[in-house]
């Protein structure tokens, strides 16, 4: 079973910056698209950003659209996600999936079938 591992989450003042990673355990990894979730506190898991891993078209959610960039490098078989302008309710664990076929509407948490253990971000104010 394949697994993914989140990498960059930390402590940052409001304003910062931080880029996440995310990294699957195995080489060979087919992917047809990949994603970001966060889990705030007190919340339900939420849908961030996601790409589709080969034609590499983006969506995000309304929330950090022009804050936050997803992108992938397919050479180093990662996907990432940069955010800028962190204010304090970006405060979540942030949760790295994939899915290996069309399974769904993107922002949809049912239509990805591998997840990371998640990385907590942390915004100060």
């Known amino acids: 079973q394949v697994q993914l591992v989140e990498s960059g989450g930390g402590l940052v003042q409001a304003g910062g910056s931080l880029r996440l990673s995310c990294a699957p355990s195995?080489?060979?990894?087919?992917?047809?698209?990949m994603g970001w979730f966060r889990q705030r506190p007190g919340q339900e898991r939420e849908f961030v950003a996601s790409i589709r891993w080969s034609g590499g078209d983006t969506a995000y959610a309304d929330s950090v659209r022009g804050r936050f960039t997803i992108s992938r490098d397919i050479a180093k078989n990662t996907l990432f996600l940069q955010m800028n302008s962190l204010k304090p309710e970006d405060t979540a664990v942030y949760y790295c999936a994939a899915n290996s076929v069309y399974s769904g509407a993107y922002e949809n948490m049912a239509s990805y079938d591998y997840w990371g253990q998640g990385t907590q971000v942390t915004v100060a104010s």
């Open positions: 195995a080489r060979t990894f087919n992917r047809y698209r």
